[in-house]
Protein backbone atom coordinates (compact mmCIF):
# COMPACT_ATOMS: atom_id res chain seq x y z
CA UNK A 1 0.00 0.00 0.00
CA UNK A 2 1.21 3.91 -0.57
CA UNK A 3 0.11 6.56 -0.26
CA UNK A 4 -2.54 8.51 2.41
CA UNK A 5 -5.65 6.97 3.29
CA UNK A 6 -8.21 8.55 6.73
CA UNK A 7 -10.17 6.72 7.90
CA UNK A 8 -13.44 7.06 10.67
CA UNK A 9 -14.20 3.97 13.45
CA UNK A 10 -15.36 0.43 12.07
CA UNK A 11 -13.88 -2.40 13.23
CA UNK A 12 -13.10 -5.73 12.38
CA UNK A 13 -13.69 -8.89 14.75
CA UNK A 14 -10.68 -9.19 16.90
CA UNK A 15 -10.39 -12.80 15.39
CA UNK A 16 -9.80 -11.83 12.37
CA UNK A 17 -7.44 -8.86 13.20
CA UNK A 18 -3.82 -9.16 10.92
CA UNK A 19 -2.68 -5.53 11.95
CA UNK A 20 -1.36 -4.67 15.68
CA UNK A 21 -1.06 -1.24 16.96
CA UNK A 22 1.26 -0.15 19.28
CA UNK A 23 2.50 3.27 20.64
CA UNK A 24 5.97 4.43 20.09
CA UNK A 25 8.70 3.51 22.83
CA UNK A 26 9.68 7.26 24.01
CA UNK A 27 7.94 10.30 24.80
CA UNK A 28 7.46 12.42 21.32
CA UNK A 29 9.07 15.85 20.97
CA UNK A 30 8.11 18.84 18.68
CA UNK A 31 9.66 21.27 17.72
CA UNK A 32 8.57 24.74 16.44
CA UNK A 33 6.94 24.50 12.45
CA UNK A 34 9.47 24.97 10.10
CA UNK A 35 8.96 25.74 6.57
CA UNK A 36 4.58 24.17 7.15
CA UNK A 37 6.43 21.30 9.25
CA UNK A 38 6.21 20.38 12.36
CA UNK A 39 9.54 18.40 13.65
CA UNK A 40 9.14 15.18 16.35
CA UNK A 41 11.33 12.98 17.71
CA UNK A 42 11.22 9.71 19.13
CA UNK A 43 11.60 6.26 18.92
CA UNK A 44 10.21 3.22 17.71
CA UNK A 45 9.55 -0.25 20.02
CA UNK A 46 13.00 -2.25 19.35
CA UNK A 47 11.39 -5.34 19.93
CA UNK A 48 8.77 -4.75 16.86
CA UNK A 49 10.81 -3.70 14.07
CA UNK A 50 9.85 -1.55 11.60
CA UNK A 51 5.86 -1.05 11.79
CA UNK A 52 4.50 -0.96 8.15
CA UNK A 53 1.79 1.88 8.50
CA UNK A 54 2.18 4.73 10.77
CA UNK A 55 -1.75 6.06 12.14
CA UNK A 56 -2.17 9.93 12.84
CA UNK A 57 -5.59 10.00 15.59
CA UNK A 58 -7.02 13.26 16.30
CA UNK A 59 -7.35 13.96 20.03
CA UNK A 60 -7.51 15.97 23.01
CA UNK A 61 -6.03 16.24 26.57
CA UNK A 62 -8.53 17.05 29.40
CA UNK A 63 -6.27 16.97 32.18
CA UNK A 64 -4.20 13.74 34.34
CA UNK A 65 -4.97 10.78 31.91
CA UNK A 66 -8.32 11.74 30.55
CA UNK A 67 -7.99 11.37 26.67
CA UNK A 68 -10.55 11.47 24.17
CA UNK A 69 -11.12 11.07 20.24
CA UNK A 70 -11.91 13.83 17.99
CA UNK A 71 -14.49 13.36 15.56
CA UNK A 72 -12.13 14.10 12.89
CA UNK A 73 -11.15 11.24 10.46
CA UNK A 74 -7.53 9.13 11.34
CA UNK A 75 -4.69 9.04 8.67
CA UNK A 76 -2.81 6.28 7.65
CA UNK A 77 0.12 6.73 5.93
CA UNK A 78 3.02 3.76 4.99
CA UNK A 79 6.31 4.04 6.80
CA UNK A 80 9.61 5.07 5.24
CA UNK A 81 12.15 3.46 7.35
CA UNK A 82 15.14 5.99 7.74
CA UNK A 83 18.62 5.92 6.02
CA UNK A 84 20.22 5.36 8.89
CA UNK A 85 20.10 3.56 12.04
CA UNK A 86 17.70 0.90 13.63
CA UNK A 87 14.21 0.61 15.55
CA UNK A 88 14.98 1.91 19.12
CA UNK A 89 17.07 4.42 18.24
CA UNK A 90 15.98 8.08 18.01
CA UNK A 91 14.11 8.74 14.86
CA UNK A 92 13.35 12.25 14.24
CA UNK A 93 10.29 13.21 11.46
CA UNK A 94 8.20 15.69 10.84
CA UNK A 95 4.31 16.17 10.34
CA UNK A 96 2.36 19.21 8.00
CA UNK A 97 1.10 21.89 10.35
CA UNK A 98 -2.12 21.75 9.02
CA UNK A 99 -2.38 17.69 9.60
CA UNK A 100 -3.25 18.99 13.03
CA UNK A 101 -6.41 19.78 14.87
CA UNK A 102 -7.08 23.41 15.48
CA UNK A 103 -6.27 24.20 19.00
CA UNK A 104 -9.93 25.40 20.78
CA UNK A 105 -9.87 29.13 21.27
CA UNK A 106 -8.04 29.47 24.79
CA UNK A 107 -10.70 30.16 27.87
CA UNK A 108 -10.54 32.46 30.84
CA UNK A 109 -7.60 30.93 32.10
CA UNK A 110 -5.50 31.15 29.85
CA UNK A 111 -4.57 27.31 29.14
CA UNK A 112 -8.14 26.63 27.91
CA UNK A 113 -9.21 23.51 30.62
CA UNK A 114 -12.49 22.70 30.75
CA UNK A 115 -14.43 23.41 34.04
CA UNK A 116 -15.50 20.03 34.61
CA UNK A 117 -12.35 18.19 34.49
CA UNK A 118 -10.64 21.10 36.67
CA UNK A 119 -7.31 19.92 38.30
CA UNK A 120 -6.70 20.93 41.63
CA UNK A 121 -2.88 21.58 42.45
CA UNK A 122 -1.16 22.38 46.07
CA UNK A 123 -1.97 26.10 45.60
CA UNK A 124 -5.29 25.38 45.71
CA UNK A 125 -5.57 26.86 42.18
CA UNK A 126 -8.02 25.15 39.68
CA UNK A 127 -6.82 24.64 36.17
CA UNK A 128 -8.78 24.57 32.66
CA UNK A 129 -7.54 21.47 30.30
CA UNK A 130 -8.46 21.31 26.76
CA UNK A 131 -5.48 20.87 24.45
CA UNK A 132 -5.97 19.17 21.28
CA UNK A 133 -3.16 17.22 18.87
CA UNK A 134 -2.42 13.90 17.01
CA UNK A 135 -1.86 10.58 18.67
CA UNK A 136 0.96 8.26 17.03
CA UNK A 137 0.35 5.07 16.74
CA UNK A 138 2.62 2.47 14.91
CA UNK A 139 1.10 -0.34 12.66
CA UNK A 140 2.47 -3.91 12.40
CA UNK A 141 1.40 -6.69 10.44
CA UNK A 142 0.83 -9.95 13.08
CA UNK A 143 2.84 -13.18 12.60
CA UNK A 144 -0.08 -15.13 10.13
CA UNK A 145 -0.25 -11.44 8.07
CA UNK A 146 3.39 -11.77 8.00
CA UNK A 147 3.11 -15.46 6.52
CA UNK A 148 1.02 -14.09 3.51
CA UNK A 149 3.20 -11.21 2.71
CA UNK A 150 5.87 -14.35 1.88
CA UNK A 151 3.35 -16.61 -0.15
CA UNK A 152 2.77 -12.72 -2.04
CA UNK A 153 6.06 -11.77 -2.35
CA UNK A 154 5.43 -9.38 0.77
CA UNK A 155 2.66 -7.25 -0.63
CA UNK A 156 -0.60 -7.80 0.87
CA UNK A 157 -3.13 -8.46 -2.33
CA UNK A 158 -6.30 -9.65 0.18
CA UNK A 159 -6.38 -6.62 1.88
CA UNK A 160 -8.22 -3.84 -0.50
CA UNK A 161 -8.59 0.28 0.90
CA UNK A 162 -11.99 -1.02 2.64
CA UNK A 163 -10.84 -4.26 4.38
CA UNK A 164 -8.01 -2.27 5.48
CA UNK A 165 -10.15 0.61 7.41
CA UNK A 166 -11.68 -2.39 8.94
CA UNK A 167 -8.51 -3.69 10.10
CA UNK A 168 -7.44 -0.62 11.40
CA UNK A 169 -10.45 -0.03 13.20
CA UNK A 170 -10.27 -3.05 14.91
CA UNK A 171 -6.82 -2.38 15.82
CA UNK A 172 -7.79 0.68 16.96
CA UNK A 173 -10.25 -0.79 19.51
CA UNK A 174 -7.89 -2.75 21.29
CA UNK A 175 -4.97 -0.35 21.03
CA UNK A 176 -7.99 1.94 23.31
CA UNK A 177 -8.59 -0.98 25.63
CA UNK A 178 -5.75 -0.63 27.02
CA UNK A 179 -4.91 2.24 29.82
CA UNK A 180 -4.22 6.09 28.63
CA UNK A 181 -0.58 5.04 30.50
CA UNK A 182 0.12 2.64 27.71
CA UNK A 183 0.20 5.13 25.50
CA UNK A 184 -0.76 8.61 26.29
CA UNK A 185 3.01 9.29 24.96
CA UNK A 186 2.63 8.84 21.43
CA UNK A 187 0.19 12.34 21.92
CA UNK A 188 1.85 15.30 20.08
CA UNK A 189 -0.04 18.81 21.06
CA UNK A 190 -0.82 21.09 17.83
CA UNK A 191 0.93 24.42 17.38
CA UNK A 192 -0.26 26.79 19.62
CA UNK A 193 -2.30 23.98 21.80
CA UNK A 194 -0.12 24.67 24.55
CA UNK A 195 2.19 27.87 24.07
CA UNK A 196 0.80 29.71 27.02
CA UNK A 197 1.39 29.50 30.55
CA UNK A 198 -1.39 29.73 33.46
CA UNK A 199 0.14 32.65 35.05
CA UNK A 200 0.17 35.39 32.78
CA UNK A 201 3.74 36.60 31.53
CA UNK A 202 5.10 33.38 33.69
CA UNK A 203 8.01 30.77 33.37
CA UNK A 204 8.11 27.71 35.74
CA UNK A 205 10.56 24.86 34.94
CA UNK A 206 11.74 21.93 36.68
CA UNK A 207 15.18 21.07 37.44
CA UNK A 208 16.76 17.45 37.64
CA UNK A 209 20.16 15.77 37.55
CA UNK A 210 21.73 12.31 38.05
CA UNK A 211 19.48 9.09 37.93
CA UNK A 212 21.80 6.37 38.47
CA UNK A 213 19.82 3.23 36.72
CA UNK A 214 17.21 0.95 38.41
CA UNK A 215 18.52 -2.17 39.75
CA UNK A 216 16.83 -5.54 39.20
CA UNK A 217 14.83 -4.76 42.66
CA UNK A 218 13.43 -1.54 41.90
CA UNK A 219 10.76 -3.21 39.65
CA UNK A 220 7.82 -0.07 40.56
CA UNK A 221 4.33 -1.52 39.17
CA UNK A 222 1.67 1.05 39.42
CA UNK A 223 4.40 4.02 39.83
CA UNK A 224 2.04 5.42 36.33
CA UNK A 225 -0.80 5.84 38.05
CA UNK A 226 0.33 6.32 42.31
CA UNK A 227 3.72 7.52 42.24
CA UNK A 228 3.98 6.29 46.29
CA UNK A 229 4.28 2.52 44.55
CA UNK A 230 7.54 3.66 42.66
CA UNK A 231 10.74 1.70 44.31
CA UNK A 232 13.58 4.42 45.09
CA UNK A 233 15.30 3.62 42.03
CA UNK A 234 12.14 5.64 40.53
CA UNK A 235 10.95 7.47 43.08
CA UNK A 236 12.03 10.70 42.15
CA UNK A 237 10.61 10.40 38.08
CA UNK A 238 7.58 9.10 39.74
CA UNK A 239 6.80 11.80 41.21
CA UNK A 240 8.17 14.65 38.65
CA UNK A 241 5.59 12.63 36.22
CA UNK A 242 3.15 13.02 39.08
CA UNK A 243 3.53 16.47 39.63
CA UNK A 244 3.69 18.19 36.20
CA UNK A 245 0.55 15.69 35.19
CA UNK A 246 -1.23 16.18 37.97
CA UNK A 247 -1.54 19.40 40.33
CA UNK A 248 -2.09 23.03 39.03
CA UNK A 249 1.59 24.44 39.58
CA UNK A 250 2.82 21.26 37.73
CA UNK A 251 1.15 21.91 34.69
CA UNK A 252 2.27 25.17 34.32
CA UNK A 253 5.55 23.61 34.67
CA UNK A 254 6.21 23.66 30.51
CA UNK A 255 10.24 22.70 30.43
CA UNK A 256 12.00 19.92 32.29
CA UNK A 257 16.31 20.64 32.56
CA UNK A 258 18.11 17.53 32.96
CA UNK A 259 21.49 19.02 34.11
CA UNK A 260 23.61 15.86 33.70
CA UNK A 261 23.68 12.27 34.38
CA UNK A 262 20.84 11.17 32.67
CA UNK A 263 22.72 7.60 32.17
CA UNK A 264 25.53 6.20 34.21
CA UNK A 265 27.65 4.08 31.28
CA UNK A 266 29.95 3.42 34.19
CA UNK A 267 27.20 2.60 36.66
CA UNK A 268 29.30 -0.47 38.48
CA UNK A 269 32.17 1.95 38.63
CA UNK A 270 34.05 -0.48 36.76
CA UNK A 271 33.55 -3.66 37.89
CA UNK A 272 30.89 -4.88 35.36
CA UNK A 273 30.47 -2.38 32.51
CA UNK A 274 29.72 -3.26 29.08
CA UNK A 275 32.64 -2.84 27.02
CA UNK A 276 29.91 -2.17 24.25
CA UNK A 277 29.44 1.46 23.46
CA UNK A 278 25.79 0.39 22.15
CA UNK A 279 25.14 -0.85 25.41
CA UNK A 280 27.01 1.83 27.85
CA UNK A 281 25.50 4.55 25.82
CA UNK A 282 22.42 3.83 23.62
CA UNK A 283 20.58 0.89 25.28
CA UNK A 284 21.24 3.43 28.32
CA UNK A 285 19.97 6.38 26.44
CA UNK A 286 16.74 4.27 25.00
CA UNK A 287 15.84 2.74 28.91
CA UNK A 288 15.90 6.22 30.56
CA UNK A 289 13.52 7.43 27.69
CA UNK A 290 11.22 5.11 28.05
CA UNK A 291 10.94 5.60 31.87
CA UNK A 292 8.99 7.53 33.40
CA UNK A 293 10.14 10.62 31.33
CA UNK A 294 8.53 8.83 28.59
CA UNK A 295 4.94 10.15 30.21
CA UNK A 296 5.61 13.81 31.13
CA UNK A 297 2.67 15.41 30.54
CA UNK A 298 1.66 17.84 27.12
CA UNK A 299 2.12 20.71 29.27
CA UNK A 300 5.64 19.97 29.31
CA UNK A 301 6.34 21.75 25.71
CA UNK A 302 10.23 21.27 25.94
CA UNK A 303 12.69 18.96 27.84
CA UNK A 304 16.62 20.40 27.40
CA UNK A 305 19.91 18.13 28.84
CA UNK A 306 23.50 19.05 29.34
CA UNK A 307 26.17 16.39 29.77
CA UNK A 308 28.25 15.35 32.57
CA UNK A 309 30.96 13.16 33.58
CA UNK A 310 28.83 9.46 34.07
CA UNK A 311 27.53 9.97 30.34
CA UNK A 312 31.42 9.45 29.88
CA UNK A 313 33.16 7.81 33.13
CA UNK A 314 33.22 9.13 36.60
CA UNK A 315 34.52 12.44 36.72
CA UNK A 316 35.93 12.33 33.40
CA UNK A 317 38.66 14.73 32.55
CA UNK A 318 41.84 14.60 30.17
CA UNK A 319 44.66 12.77 31.71
CA UNK A 320 48.49 12.47 30.15
CA UNK A 321 48.93 9.19 30.70
CA UNK A 322 44.95 8.31 29.34
CA UNK A 323 44.80 6.54 25.99
CA UNK A 324 43.24 7.91 22.52
CA UNK A 325 45.15 11.14 23.05
CA UNK A 326 44.33 11.86 26.76
CA UNK A 327 41.17 11.13 26.60
CA UNK A 328 40.53 8.04 27.23
CA UNK A 329 38.79 5.05 25.40
CA UNK A 330 35.37 5.96 25.82
CA UNK A 331 35.35 9.80 25.03
CA UNK A 332 34.73 10.20 21.75
CA UNK A 333 31.72 7.58 21.56
CA UNK A 334 30.34 8.90 24.70
CA UNK A 335 30.05 12.65 23.31
CA UNK A 336 28.77 11.27 19.74
CA UNK A 337 25.95 9.44 21.52
CA UNK A 338 24.83 12.51 23.62
CA UNK A 339 24.52 14.59 20.68
CA UNK A 340 22.87 11.44 18.77
CA UNK A 341 20.45 10.94 21.45
CA UNK A 342 19.48 14.65 22.58
CA UNK A 343 16.21 15.98 23.09
CA UNK A 344 16.06 18.20 20.43
CA UNK A 345 13.69 17.29 17.71
CA UNK A 346 14.44 19.74 15.39
CA UNK A 347 17.77 20.92 13.79
CA UNK A 348 20.34 22.98 15.97
CA UNK A 349 23.65 24.04 14.54
CA UNK A 350 26.61 22.40 15.55
CA UNK A 351 27.60 18.54 16.26
CA UNK A 352 29.15 16.41 18.72
CA UNK A 353 32.05 18.91 19.43
CA UNK A 354 29.48 21.47 20.10
CA UNK A 355 27.32 20.36 23.31
CA UNK A 356 26.98 23.75 24.43
CA UNK A 357 23.85 25.88 23.10
CA UNK A 358 21.56 28.81 23.94
CA UNK A 359 17.64 28.99 23.53
CA UNK A 360 14.98 31.31 24.49
CA UNK A 361 11.62 30.21 25.99
CA UNK A 362 8.81 31.83 27.24
CA UNK A 363 10.42 35.15 27.77
CA UNK A 364 13.66 33.81 29.47
CA UNK A 365 17.03 33.03 27.84
CA UNK A 366 18.85 29.89 28.72
CA UNK A 367 22.39 29.18 28.10
CA UNK A 368 23.21 25.35 28.17
CA UNK A 369 27.08 25.21 28.93
CA UNK A 370 29.40 22.37 28.11
CA UNK A 371 31.15 22.04 31.41
CA UNK A 372 32.61 18.45 30.99
CA UNK A 373 34.24 17.65 27.28
CA UNK A 374 36.24 20.86 26.85
CA UNK A 375 38.20 20.48 30.06
CA UNK A 376 41.87 20.82 29.64
CA UNK A 377 44.32 18.16 31.44
CA UNK A 378 45.27 19.38 35.15
CA UNK A 379 48.74 18.96 36.71
CA UNK A 380 49.93 20.63 39.39
CA UNK A 381 52.34 22.51 36.75
CA UNK A 382 48.74 24.41 34.88
CA UNK A 383 46.43 24.59 37.75
CA UNK A 384 45.91 28.08 37.90
CA UNK A 385 45.61 28.40 34.22
CA UNK A 386 44.11 25.11 32.89
CA UNK A 387 40.95 25.63 31.18
CA UNK A 388 37.48 24.05 31.56
CA UNK A 389 35.48 25.55 29.15
CA UNK A 390 37.13 26.55 25.50
CA UNK A 391 37.52 30.27 24.06
CA UNK A 392 34.87 29.31 21.50
CA UNK A 393 32.53 28.53 24.14
CA UNK A 394 33.63 31.59 26.49
CA UNK A 395 33.06 33.73 23.72
CA UNK A 396 29.36 32.49 22.63
CA UNK A 397 28.42 33.23 26.48
CA UNK A 398 29.98 36.60 26.78
CA UNK A 399 27.85 37.42 23.32
CA UNK A 400 24.65 36.09 24.96
CA UNK A 401 25.22 38.09 27.89
CA UNK A 402 24.71 41.19 26.16
CA UNK A 403 21.74 40.36 24.61
CA UNK A 404 18.09 40.86 26.17
CA UNK A 405 19.55 42.46 29.06
CA UNK A 406 15.89 42.92 30.65
CA UNK A 407 15.30 39.37 30.48
CA UNK A 408 15.68 36.51 33.21
CA UNK A 409 18.85 34.76 32.19
CA UNK A 410 19.66 31.20 33.12
CA UNK A 411 22.61 29.45 32.60
CA UNK A 412 22.50 25.32 32.94
CA UNK A 413 25.74 23.54 33.80
CA UNK A 414 26.60 20.01 35.18
CA UNK A 415 29.02 21.46 37.10
CA UNK A 416 28.42 23.33 40.30
CA UNK A 417 29.92 27.09 39.46
CA UNK A 418 29.26 28.24 43.38
CA UNK A 419 29.84 27.77 46.10
CA UNK A 420 33.84 26.59 46.14
CA UNK A 421 34.79 23.33 48.10
CA UNK A 422 36.34 24.15 51.34
CA UNK A 423 39.34 22.27 50.26
CA UNK A 424 40.31 24.59 47.21
CA UNK A 425 39.73 27.72 49.69
CA UNK A 426 42.00 26.43 51.93
CA UNK A 427 45.17 25.71 49.83
CA UNK A 428 44.58 26.74 45.76
CA UNK A 429 46.34 23.82 44.46
CA UNK A 430 43.80 21.66 46.10
CA UNK A 431 41.33 22.88 43.38
CA UNK A 432 42.91 19.94 41.04
CA UNK A 433 40.91 17.54 43.29
CA UNK A 434 37.79 19.14 42.36
CA UNK A 435 35.70 18.24 39.88
CA UNK A 436 33.24 21.41 39.69
CA UNK A 437 34.58 24.66 38.14
CA UNK A 438 36.38 26.21 41.43
CA UNK A 439 39.07 22.67 39.69
CA UNK A 440 39.70 25.28 36.89
CA UNK A 441 39.93 28.83 38.91
CA UNK A 442 40.97 30.20 35.70
CA UNK A 443 37.58 29.48 34.19
CA UNK A 444 35.40 30.16 37.38
CA UNK A 445 36.61 33.65 37.15
CA UNK A 446 36.26 34.03 32.98
CA UNK A 447 32.87 33.19 34.19
CA UNK A 448 31.94 35.85 37.12
CA UNK A 449 34.05 38.44 35.48
CA UNK A 450 31.65 37.84 32.50
CA UNK A 451 28.70 38.47 34.61
CA UNK A 452 30.17 41.26 36.22
CA UNK A 453 30.88 43.25 32.56
CA UNK A 454 27.13 42.57 31.40
CA UNK A 455 25.85 43.52 34.91
CA UNK A 456 23.82 40.33 34.43
CA UNK A 457 22.15 40.95 38.32
CA UNK A 458 19.43 38.18 38.61
CA UNK A 459 21.43 35.60 36.12
CA UNK A 460 20.44 32.06 37.89
CA UNK A 461 23.14 29.18 37.63
CA UNK A 462 21.56 25.90 37.55
CA UNK A 463 23.50 22.43 38.04
CA UNK A 464 23.43 19.38 39.24
CA UNK A 465 26.40 16.95 39.76
CA UNK A 466 26.78 16.95 43.46
CA UNK A 467 23.83 14.41 44.88
CA UNK A 468 22.73 17.13 47.20
CA UNK A 469 20.04 19.69 46.90
CA UNK A 470 21.00 23.69 47.78
CA UNK A 471 21.08 27.06 46.81
CA UNK A 472 23.54 30.21 47.39
CA UNK A 473 23.37 34.04 46.40
CA UNK A 474 26.42 36.18 45.38
CA UNK A 475 27.61 39.49 45.02
CA UNK A 476 30.12 39.97 42.87
CA UNK A 477 31.50 43.96 42.91
CA UNK A 478 34.73 45.67 42.29
CA UNK A 479 37.28 45.61 44.86
CA UNK A 480 37.97 49.47 44.26
CA UNK A 481 34.93 50.56 44.80
CA UNK A 482 32.83 50.83 41.72
CA UNK A 483 30.58 53.25 41.77
CA UNK A 484 27.80 50.79 39.67
CA UNK A 485 27.87 48.59 42.47
CA UNK A 486 27.98 45.24 43.08
CA UNK A 487 25.58 42.59 40.69
CA UNK A 488 24.00 39.96 42.19
CA UNK A 489 23.21 35.94 41.35
CA UNK A 490 22.45 33.18 42.55
CA UNK A 491 23.12 29.25 42.33
CA UNK A 492 20.79 26.76 42.51
CA UNK A 493 21.64 23.23 42.66
CA UNK A 494 19.30 20.09 42.69
CA UNK A 495 20.12 16.77 43.85
CA UNK A 496 19.78 13.37 42.29
CA UNK A 497 16.78 11.71 40.91
CA UNK A 498 18.60 8.53 42.45
CA UNK A 499 21.58 8.74 44.51
CA UNK A 500 21.94 5.17 46.35
CA UNK A 501 25.36 5.17 47.21
CA UNK A 502 25.96 7.38 50.04
CA UNK A 503 29.85 8.12 49.48
CA UNK A 504 28.33 9.69 46.06
CA UNK A 505 26.28 12.16 48.05
CA UNK A 506 28.17 15.92 49.16
CA UNK A 507 28.91 16.44 52.65
CA UNK A 508 27.02 20.45 53.13
CA UNK A 509 30.64 20.48 55.07
CA UNK A 510 32.21 19.83 52.10
CA UNK A 511 31.43 23.64 50.83
CA UNK A 512 32.85 26.36 51.27
CA UNK A 513 29.58 28.64 51.94
CA UNK A 514 29.82 31.48 53.53
CA UNK A 515 33.07 32.78 51.56
CA UNK A 516 34.89 35.80 50.15
CA UNK A 517 37.30 35.81 47.26
CA UNK A 518 38.84 38.32 44.80
CA UNK A 519 40.14 37.77 41.54
CA UNK A 520 41.22 39.40 38.24
CA UNK A 521 37.96 40.67 35.76
CA UNK A 522 37.99 40.87 31.91
CA UNK A 523 39.02 44.05 31.55
CA UNK A 524 42.03 44.24 34.32
CA UNK A 525 40.09 45.39 37.19
CA UNK A 526 40.17 43.42 40.99
CA UNK A 527 36.76 41.96 41.55
CA UNK A 528 35.29 40.64 44.93
CA UNK A 529 32.47 37.54 45.12
CA UNK A 530 31.29 37.47 48.66
CA UNK A 531 28.59 33.97 48.59
CA UNK A 532 26.45 33.09 51.05
CA UNK A 533 25.85 30.74 53.34
CA UNK A 534 24.97 27.29 52.05
CA UNK A 535 20.63 26.66 52.01
CA UNK A 536 21.08 22.98 52.34
CA UNK A 537 18.07 20.13 51.57
CA UNK A 538 19.35 16.76 51.20
CA UNK A 539 17.82 13.83 49.95
CA UNK A 540 16.63 12.67 46.31
CA UNK A 541 14.43 14.63 44.33
CA UNK A 542 14.25 17.76 41.92
CA UNK A 543 14.14 21.50 42.12
CA UNK A 544 10.92 23.75 40.69
CA UNK A 545 11.39 27.51 39.63
CA UNK A 546 9.29 29.94 38.93
CA UNK A 547 9.64 33.59 37.63
CA UNK A 548 6.85 36.01 39.10
CA UNK A 549 7.49 40.02 38.13
CA UNK A 550 11.29 40.28 40.02
CA UNK A 551 11.32 37.35 41.66
CA UNK A 552 12.25 33.67 41.51
CA UNK A 553 10.22 31.26 43.78
CA UNK A 554 11.47 28.16 44.43
CA UNK A 555 10.86 24.98 45.36
CA UNK A 556 12.92 21.30 46.17
CA UNK A 557 10.56 18.51 45.87
CA UNK A 558 11.38 15.48 48.79
CA UNK A 559 9.44 12.63 49.15
CA UNK A 560 6.62 14.13 50.99
CA UNK A 561 5.09 16.34 47.69
CA UNK A 562 6.06 19.51 46.56
CA UNK A 563 5.40 22.54 49.58
CA UNK A 564 2.66 25.09 48.69
CA UNK A 565 4.70 27.77 50.06
CA UNK A 566 8.20 28.28 47.93
CA UNK A 567 11.29 26.66 49.83
CA UNK A 568 13.20 30.27 48.83
CA UNK A 569 12.39 33.42 47.01
CA UNK A 570 15.49 35.05 45.14
CA UNK A 571 15.62 38.72 43.71
CA UNK A 572 15.33 38.97 39.91
CA UNK A 573 16.77 42.62 39.50
CA UNK A 574 16.94 43.99 35.76
CA UNK A 575 20.69 43.94 34.69
CA UNK A 576 21.70 47.34 36.41
CA UNK A 577 22.90 49.25 33.11
CA UNK A 578 24.01 52.90 34.97
Same mark, same amino acid.
Not at 145 to 170: I, P, S, T, Y
Not at 226 to 245: E, K, M, N, V, W
Not at 463 to 492: K, L, N, T, Y
Given at each position: ???????????????????? /?? /????????????????????????????????????????????????? %?????????????????????????????????????? /?????????????????????????????????????????? =????????? =???? =?? %???????????????????????????????????????????????????????????????????????????????????? %????????????????????????????????????????????????????????????????????????? =???????????? %????????????????? @???????????????????????????????????? #?????????? @????????????????????????????????????????????????????? #????????????????????????????????????????????????? #???????? @???? /???????????????????????????????????????? @??????????????????????????
Amino acid at each position: MSGVLHGTRRGAPASALLIG /AE /APGHRIERAPPETGRVPLLTALRPERGWPHWLLWVPMRWRGGWTYEQLP %QPWRIESFVPPGVGQPGAPWRTSQAVEAFPVPPRAMSD /AAGHPKDEAATGADGDEHEIDIHGLLLVALYLEPRALAMEGA =HRGVMHELG =HEEL =HA %QVEGALDQFFDLPPHRWAHGFVPSPGGSEVTVDDGGLCFALAACQYPPGLLDVSPGWELDASQAGPGLASLARLHQFTRSTARG %QDCSLVLFAGDQIYADASGGLADSRSGIERYARAYGEFKAGPVRLLPPTVARVVQAIDDHEIVDNWEPGPGAS =HGGNGPWFDVAR %QAAWHHRWEAGPRVGGP @ELLWHEFDWRGAAFFTADARCEREARRVANWSSARL #WSTTQRDAFN @EWLSRGASRPKFVLSGSLPLPRRRMSVEHAASCLRSDGWDGYPHSLHELLGLV #WRHRASGLVFLSGDEHRSGWVSAEISAVDGDDRGPVRIHSVHSSALYAP #WPFAITAA @EELA /APDVFEFDGPDGQRLRCVVSAWADHPGDGFAVLRVRGGEV @ELWFDRAGAVRAEPDAVLSFRPCDTA
